[in-house]
């Protein structure tokens, strides 16, 4: 069985049945981030993606996020949202350009006070981080070829249960076939593979936004 076509107007529909549908403070910094940043605003996740990034890290309990790929704070500002009171979320970005523009949001939403940002490349500074325990949920949603080292230095710091989603799997279709041949491409082709071809992980891809696959040990 296919998915359905997911044209413009059928999106519509999708967004507008999700509760609550209506979200000012992600509306906002979708918005601000255009403004400022112009055609880079189509790095942000879409409510799509927000929703279920949200409904994640409340239905896994989770305490500790972490993201690697912050930008303007968009997934980050989904997922704060839904952590308890002693949740933290940690985010690694490569810069600080965009985190002036991401803090406004967080302050904006109330969640700023659980938000950690670390600047620097993620995969030298994961490691040198000491988390307070177990990682429950990681999202990956950065540059296409640092995937693999990503996932390789977040699944021995995940929690029992603990689940790691990495965005951009589909990328516009490019995946498929061998047609496309730049950098981003062929490193989401050989990530793909490889998480398929793994025994010691479960993964599943799903056709949310530009794609996400989830990840948890097996």
């Given at each position: ?9 059928v ?9 609550p ?37 409340a ?17 980050a500002?989904?997922?704060a ?26 302050e904006a ?39 693999q ?69 097996r």
């Amino acid at each position: 069985m296919r998915w359905i076509q997911m044209d413009d107007a059928v999106f519509e529909y999708v967004q507008r049945h999700a509760n609550p549908s209506h979200e000012p403070v992600s509306e906002q910094l979708a918005a601000t981030t255009r403004e400022r940043f112009g055609d880079l605003a189509g790095m942000n996740i879409g409510p799509d993606q927000g929703h279920f990034l949200e409904m994640l890290v409340a239905i896994t309990g989770a305490r500790l996020v972490v993201e690697v790929g912050t930008f303007t704070g968009m997934s980050a500002l989904w997922m704060a949202r839904a952590l308890p009171d002693d949740g933290k979320l940690v985010c690694f970005d490569i810069t600080d350009e965009y985190l002036p523009t991401a803090r406004e949001a967080w302050e904006a939403a109330g969640v700023a006070d659980r938000i950690e940002v670390v600047i620097g490349p993620a995969a030298e500074l994961i490691d040198e981080v000491e988390f307070e325990r177990p990682i429950d949920l990681a999202f990956v949603d950065a540059d296409k070829p640092g995937y693999q080292a990503y996932l390789d230095l977040l699944l021995p710091l995940l929690s029992e249960r603990g689940v790691i989603v990495v965005d951009n799997v589909l990328w516009s279709g490019a995946v498929v076939g061998d047609e496309a041949q730049d950098a981003s491409t062929v490193a989401l082709r050989a990530f793909n593979d490889g998480v398929a071809a793994r025994d010691d992980v479960v993964a599943v891809m799903l056709p949310i936004g530009d794609g996400v696959t989830m990840i948890r040990h097996r």
